[in-house]
């Protein structure tokens, strides 16, 4: 983030608490006056640091009750079978998120459905599915301390 200034910097931090700012809330929240503030704000998108905007969902309000990190390990791990397997998870609407580790496993997934039943299906009939996979080691959440979306940007 060498190119952007303590200004961008605050534009970004408001942003990410509150997507919905129209370029004059954010200008009032940061101390600059809107012309200033949209021609910083368009720098900012146009340099793809803001990837989207987006509407963060309470996943229990709306049925999503049962959050679950799968740690998967891979038979073997040639370009195109990972690569395979990258592009099945991509398919899955259960699979929130993806991530390629190091370590024991090969891959961490978020997984979020509405219950048990819907987890076991997803595990059974479309993970399961996918060839390759060696074993698949599922943690539950019970408790969610913190999530958050906000990254810190250094003032």
Known sequence: MEHFDKMDQRIL???QHNARMNTKEIAHKVGLTVTPTYE?????????VIKNYVTLLDREKIGKTLAAFCNVTLQV??????KKFEAAMSKLDEVMECYHVAGTYDYLLKV???DMNRYQDFLTNKLAAIENIANVNSLF???EIKHTTAYVIDK
């Open 112 to 114: 979020v459905v509405n």
């Open 13 to 15: 931090n408001a942003l």
């Open 141 to 143: 959440v019970m408790t």
């Open 40 to 48: 910083r704000l368009k720098k900012i998108e146009k340099s793809g």
């Open 77 to 82: 791990h040639s370009l195109p079978l990972l």
